[in-house]
């Protein structure tokens, strides 16, 4: 009946503000990227900001703002995503090095 | 009866249920296979598939299934036939009927590609019944809307020391939303202040108790201390039933609660409604965490709040209103609704969770351990109503676990104050949600003959205009019970649905089929009693002394009672029909589950 889409369509249409839907597509767009880029060497975990998950993530990592990325324990805010590139790349290079453990995790709140 | 004793059983029977009955049906029946894809994995769109780990679908998954409903519905039990028939039907409602249902809403979701109940039901049932229930889900919502609105209001009114709390919580809801979109300030600063001062706003409320109550006069002058509404209320004198008045004062918080939905409806969602849940979230957490091992440790600490004081059986058909009848079956499976067994938890589970299972094992963690967990939800709020017996049944709600609040050393006033702000709290932000549902269920179901109403605005106040009708008709448990047979109902065809699905693929049905057949006549039952009540002891009397808003509310009630036993009726027969033909011909074997990358 098209029900659900349509009330998913509603919520998802006003969740943001018109400024961070655009930085959230782009965000989205860039961790899509990552597995053409990483192979599956790279785990993405997403985080809703603004939820209670969210809330413990920012103290634990003492973020004040976003979008925030947490890479291998190496922190980076901002929008700049060549710069979360080069932590994920220099990462896996010292996985690498340290030979095989398990694969690394970027995540963003 | 102590309330330690209650945790215990409480606990043992979420641990029995889930070990010795629901795995077994996991493992034997379903045969849920974690290497099988699921839609979530096959259809990633990031939006609405999206495979998510366990832990976060469950804590997502809880927090959309439990909201007034257990909480309520063990408080208006407890009133009517005591505590022992109450707790009863928790246990053995969610032991054998509640998980099930939460449980395989997901699997057959899960198992036909992520598809919601309707689609399901064209599918393997017959096309008419999507469109069936495509109407039964608007009156259902109606339903759900008015009894939460009707029960805010009253309390609201009754309460002035709530009523400031709640008007900070809106604000501080509107300045975090403002916080972190647009001024994008960091989350834990912007948490401790606006839900310090949110709760700081909830413990003075007896100081603004004075000029709330000043409000309250001072709006019931404006007609000279007459009433808006006059109405017969089974419910008063000893439930013999008496004339009863709807002043302004509850008209206008009834509409102050419509004008928070209606903006938690059309405005964004980042404006309002996901920041004043945010607030709200802390708030409840709090009060039920603090509430929750109080009630545990009570008997040690400060026995005189852990006794249970109310009666433990009133009696099988307890007298309501002159001409009502209120028989322990049906009306009890009714009344208690969401702590035993819901039927918002299989359409949300079918329409929401299936489709971000990340692995067929996570099903049952999720769906059932879910269903469990608001067990224990429903088993804290009859514990609080059943030690509390104070004033109404909410009050006695708010006494009660404001006792067990003070076990940890909050003064009683304060802890009372923040169990008050916790039910409302529950209520206000499913309702501001409901509304915006409910709007776009109307837009979607009449857009195209009524043009006008796909305009937000105008659903909207539609949808709220309705629920006001019935708030005004004053019958409050009725609507209560009304509302507890579409939701059991709803319950009934979700498990009906996978009854057909296992004949369908050969499987055993009987975990889903004899609950079924349970909760279908017991709710048809309990809509047909509830129909016969509000007709003889709401309708009539009113009508008899010429008073047109009650008259027109009930009437409404009476005709969405018959339209949904109609509906479940018509379900049935469809559903009937799909059971025999599978059971003489089962559906073709589905294709090999594809296997997991």
Redesign the interface.
């Known amino acids: ?8 369509r ?3 249409a ?4 018109e400024e ?1 839907q655009a930085e959230f597509h782009q965000l ?1 767009a860039w961790a ?1 990227s990552l597995p053409g880029r990483f192979d599956d060497r790279v785990r993405v975990r997403l985080v809703d ?7 413990v993530k ?2 634990l990592r003492r ?4 979008p925030a990325f947490a890479v291998d324990g190496q922190r980076y805010v901002g929008s700049d995503f060549s710069r979360v590139d080069v932590l994920i790349a220099g990462a896996l290079r010292r996985k690498e090095a340290e030979s095989t453990v398990p694969p690394s995790a970027a995540k963003s709140n | 009866m102590n309330t330690l004793l209650a945790v215990i059983i409480g606990a043992l029977t979420v641990y029995l249920a889930y070990t010795l009955y629901a795995r077994r049906i996991d493992r034997r029946v379903i045969q849920s296979d974690p290497k099988r894809a699921t839609p979530a994995t096959l259809y990633m769109d990031g939006v609405d598939f999206m495979p998510t780990n366990r832990n976060i679908l469950f804590g997502y998954h809880f927090k959309s299934i439990a909201a007034a409903g257990p909480i309520i519905g063990a408080i208006v039990a407890a009133s009517l036939w005591g505590w022992l028939p109450a707790i009863i039907w928790l246990i053995l409602g969610v032991s054998f009927i509640g998980w099930a249902s939460d449980y395989s809403a997901i699997v057959i979701s899960v198992r036909n590609d992520g598809n919601s109940l309707s689609a399901i039901a064209h599918k393997l049932v017959s096309p008419r019944t999507r469109t069936v229930l495509f109407v039964f889900i608007f009156f259902y919502l109606l339903l759900v809307a008015g009894a939460f609105v009707g029960i805010m209001a009253t309390v609201l009114e009754s309460q002035p020391k709530t009523q400031f709390g709640v008007i900070v919580l809106t604000a501080m809801g509107l300045l975090l939303g403002q916080m972190l979109y647009r001024w994008r300030t960091g989350l834990v600063g912007a948490t401790v202040l606006t839900v310090g001062i949110t709760m700081l706003a909830i413990l003075a409320g007896g100081w603004s108790e004075g000029i709330f109550g000043a409000l309250n006069a001072g709006l019931n002058n404006l007609t000279g201390g007459a009433p808006i509404v006059t109405y017969f209320d089974p419910m008063l004198a000893g439930f013999k039933g008496a004339e009863a008045k709807i002043m302004p004062s509850l008209l206008f918080w009834a509409l102050a609660i419509c004008a928070f939905c209606y903006a938690g409806s059309v405005l964004p969602i980042w404006r309002m409604a996901q920041p004043v849940v945010y607030v709200g979230f802390w708030i409840t957490a709090t009060a039920m965490f603090l509430g929750l091992l109080g009630a545990a440790v009570a008997g040690f600490v400060k026995p005189e709040v852990a006794q249970f004081v109310i009666p433990a059986f009133r009696g099988w058909n307890p007298q309501l209103g002159p001409s009502g009848i209120m028989p322990l079956w049906p009306m009890l499976f009714v009344t208690i609704a969401c702590g035993a067994i819901s039927g918002w938890h299989a359409l949300f589970g079918a329409v929401g969770t299936a489709r971000q299972i990340e692995n067929e094992a996570d099903m049952l963690p999720v769906g059932g351990g879910s269903m469990l967990t608001e067990f224990l939800l429903a088993l804290l709020a009859l514990l609080a109503v059943a030690v509390g017996a104070k004033g109404a049944p909410v009050a006695a709600f708010a006494t009660g676990l404001g006792g067990f609040i003070s076990v940890w050393g909050v003064p009683i006033q304060y802890a009372t104050s923040l169990a008050f702000a916790a039910f409302i709290v529950i209520v206000l932000v499913v309702t501001q949600l409901l509304f915006r549902v409910m709007r776009v269920t109307l837009s979607e179901w009449l857009g195209d003959v009524i043009p006008p109403v796909r305009n937000q605005h105008v659903a909207s106040l539609v949808s709220i205009a309705l629920a006001i009708l019935l708030v005004l008709t004053g019958t409050w448990v009725y609507l209560w019970q009304l509302f507890g047979g579409a939701n059991q109902l709803m319950a009934a065809l979700s498990l009906l649905l996978v009854t057909v699905w296992l004949a369908s693929v050969g499987k055993n049905w009987l975990f889903a089929g004899l609950p079924a057949i349970f909760m279908y006549v017991t709710t048809i039952a309990a809509l047909l009693v509830t129909a016969y009540n509000i007709y003889f002891n709401v309708y009539q009397p009113n009508m008899a002394a010429g008073r047109m808003v009650p008259v027109v509310g009930s009437g409404l009630m009476v005709l969405v009672a018959l339209l949904l036993v109609a509906a479940a009726i018509m379900i049935g027969i469809d559903g009937w029909r799909a059971f025999q033909r599978y059971r003489r011909r089962p559906a073709p074997a589905p294709k090999p589950a594809a296997a997991r990358a």
């Open positions: 009946m098209g029900l659900r889409q349509n009330v998913q509603d919520l998802v006003s969740a943001l503000p961070l989205s899509r900001a603004a939820s209670i998950e969210g809330f920012s103290l973020c004040r703002r976003y």
